[in-house]
């Protein structure tokens, strides 16, 4: 849990998939708030964690199941608001007296229309141009609700779509407020936050001022150090740390021979130069692709990089002399402990890249500065660290780096073509001005020859593959739809001013059922 002056709203889970939707709506109200699952909240828990109100999360449970989830009861006599979304209310209802029935014929899928039935604070601004329309899961239903209750919206199936308990300000939805399809429902926990009196006081200057005073409360005079990648994470939290504790912190930029063009030259300058930051610029060009020669399957390259990473790390950092801490950029979704109903571990599909085991392995302890932020509110916070924008804005690139984009064997060869024709094809992109639409492009050098004819010669070159596509969080994912003029021009440029490349294709897979990257 963390300690933070302001007053937090609790989100307790119950493993709904779009229960951080609902933690990003209250972000955007700049409200602080946290999600736990059910099962790590307790009394204990709730009085530690004192917060202004309480959000039960929906869940693909069923109240009715025996040892089906449940909040503490002590969530009922707090004194402050709860709202209830979906198996929320169900589990609520259940709780205080209502009652839940399944199925037959009340189950409803998708968009719904909400009538409403009197006046609702938690309701301002709906129903200003008649029904609304908002989003429906649920198999199970209320049938009878709990004393005290009343409602204040019904749909076509649901005839207790909205209900609340005034007096003890309980509050209770079918529908899932946080989703997209329903297109007023940020304005709903708006309407919550303001009852339970919040004053939107999570703003990214304040969290910089805390963030800083937490940072110096932890270090002390401490030496610190950290990966810097180059990537928004990474660099926002150096720039933080850096403002908190000036020298004390050193940065270790490992140039591993498989980043983009120019992108070394670039941090160094950034961080070195402009920011003034010791910075380590580790060369290990060598190293990484002397280890990676002759290999071509995917999991053992990314085994072996995250392997030398570690070993390069380790081995510049024990250069620092006498550091305690170990800064890394882990943002709030890798922290968010996810229930699981399934119970079975997940398929590894790849072995992402990071540091993990380092802490332990060097006796560090950890600086995140980052733990409690989205990525779009790092994002914010490099604008307010007043990181340029075009750094802020860059495309996610993979640990692995172009390793991944090099399927089969990766030679120097290959390499040097890849990034000439990833310059051009982010060059075209930019020139377009498509970049900010797109989530992440790169191309791809394929393992192959083909033949060509350039002037009157044939030519015998890699053929290569763009990929762009749009996507949130980089867990699903779309091709993008470029027009036939933008891919056209772009093959002819690549082709054209890049030796070594006689042939582009594009990717138009989605994720599922491929991945972003090709490896
Ligand atoms: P995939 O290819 O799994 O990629 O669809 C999803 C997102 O994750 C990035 N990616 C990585 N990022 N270390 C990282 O830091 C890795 O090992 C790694 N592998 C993939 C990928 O670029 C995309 O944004």
Redesign the pocket.
């Known amino acids: 849990m963390t300690d933070t002056s302001h007053t937090r709203l609790l989100i307790i889970d119950f493993g709904s998939q779009v229960t951080q939707l609902i933690a990003r709506r209250l972000r955007e109200a700049n409200t602080y708030c946290e999600i736990h699952p059910y099962n790590k909240v307790d009394a204990g828990f709730l009085r530690r964690f004192n917060p202004g109100a309480v959000i039960l999360s929906g869940g693909p449970a069923s109240v009715i199941d025996e040892g089906s989830p449940r909040p503490p009861k002590e969530v009922f006599s707090l004194g402050v608001p709860v709202l209830g979304i979906c198996y929320g209310q169900q589990v609520m209802m259940q709780m205080l007296g209502g009652k839940v029935e399944s199925g037959h014929g009340t189950a409803e899928f998708g968009r719904a229309y909400v009538t409403p039935k009197g006046n609702l604070p938690l309701l301002d601004g709906w129903f200003e141009d008649g029904d609304e329309q908002v989003w429906m899961s649920h198999g199970d239903h209320v049938s009878a609700i709990a004393p005290g209750f009343e409602v204040f919206g019904t749909s076509p199936n649901a005839p207790y779509a909205i209900i609340a308990d005034t007096s003890r300000h309980f509050y209770a939805v079918q529908f899932h407020p946080e989703v997209h399809h329903t297109p007023n429902g940020a304005r709903l926990y708006q309407n919550f936050i303001k009852l339970a009196g919040f004053t939107g006081d999570w703003t990214m200057g304040a969290y910089r001022e805390e963030a800083i005073q937490k940072i110096r409360a932890q270090v002390g005079t401490a030496k610190v150090i950290c990966g810097l ?1 180059g ?1 928004v994470d990474s660099s926002v939290a150096a720039v933080l740390i850096h403002e908190a504790i000036g020298d004390q912190l050193t940065c270790v930029f490992v140039d591993n021979g498989l980043l983009r063009q120019n992108e070394a030259e670039e941090v160094v300058e950034m961080f070195r130069d402009h920011y003034n930051m010791p910075l380590i610029h580790a060369d290990e060009r060598a190293l990484f692709l002397g280890e990676l020669d002759g290999v071509s399957d995917p999991e053992t390259k ?1 085994k072996i990089i ?1 392997k030398l990473f570690i070993d390069v790390f380790q081995k510049h950092a024990a250069g620092v002399g006498g550091a305690e801490f170990l800064a890394q950029g882990t943002l709030y979704p890798d922290v968010i402990e996810s229930v699981s109903f399934s119970g079975g571990p997940s398929v590894t ?6 540091v993990g085991g380092l802490p332990e392995k060097m006796g560090l302890k950890l600086v995140e500065p980052l733990r409690e932020l989205f990525k779009d509110e790092v994002r914010a916070l490099g604008r307010e660290l007043g990181l340029p924008a075009s750094f802020i804005g860059r ?6 780096g172009l390793a ?1 984009r090099c399927p089969g064997e990766i030679t120097r060869e290959k390499l040097e073509v890849l990034r000439k024709a990833d310059a051009v094809y982010i060059d075209q992109i930019r020139k377009h001005g498509l970049y900010d639409e797109i ?2 492009a ?1 191309v791809a050098i394929l393992p192959v020859r083909t033949v060509g004819v350039m002037g009157d010669g044939r030519t015998y070159d890699f053929a290569c593959a763009l990929r762009a596509v749009t ?1 949130v969080d ?2 699903t ?1 779309d091709y993008y739809p470029f027009t036939h003029e933008f891919l056209g021009e772009t093959a002819t440029r690549i082709i054209n001013e890049i030796d070594g490349i006689n042939r582009v294709t594009y990717d138009i897979t989605s ?1 599922p059922p ?6």
Not at 395 to 400: A, D, I, K, R, V
């Open positions: 990648s990537g990314r995250g599909i790849k072995s992402h890249h990071n495309h996610p690139f993979p640990g692995p991944i989530w992440q790169f996507s980089g867990m994912a994720k491929g991945t972003i990257e090709w490896e």
